[in-house]
């Protein structure tokens, strides 16, 4: 599967962005799709993760405690989209975010357990 995120801007502190993630392929729905963020001298950081269709994952969606609240992650599998809806944004979200998909039928945290990377979109909050 190819992925290929978009989304991302310059917003003032408070605004609200929607990143969407286009997947290619007819076997988007056999993926977990997960959203990660790296900001300039930090490791890449976890934020959401939602289950394929079926199997243990399905209907299960995960989001780190940082951005618990304010960060939504949904999927349209009829169109092979995968979202991260972010409201309250502060200037510590500041990052490059990547979208990404893993074959593990569970949820993962870890970087490690996608195996296709978007390539980023870059989100820039101001205050």
């Known amino acids: 599967v190819q992925l290929q995120a978009s989304g991302g801007g310059l917003v003032q502190a408070g605004d609200s962005l929607r990143l969407s993630c286009a997947a290619s392929g007819r076997t988007f729905i056999t993926y977990v799709m997960g959203w990660f963020r790296q900001a300039p001298g930090k490791e890449r950081e976890y934020i959401a993760s939602i289950g394929r269709v079926g199997g243990w994952s399905g209907g299960r969606a995960n989001v780190t405690d940082s951005v618990k609240g304010r960060f939504t992650i949904s999927r349209d599998n009829a169109n092979n989209m995968a979202y991260l809806q972010m409201n309250s944004l502060k200037p510590e979200d500041t990052a490059v975010y990547y979208c990404?998909?893993?074959?593990?039928?569970?949820?993962?945290?870890?970087?490690?357990?996608?195996?296709?990377w978007g390539q980023g979109t870059q989100v820039t909050v101001s205050s």
């Open positions: 990404a998909a893993r074959a593990g039928g569970t949820l993962s945290a870890s970087a490690r357990g996608y195996q296709h």
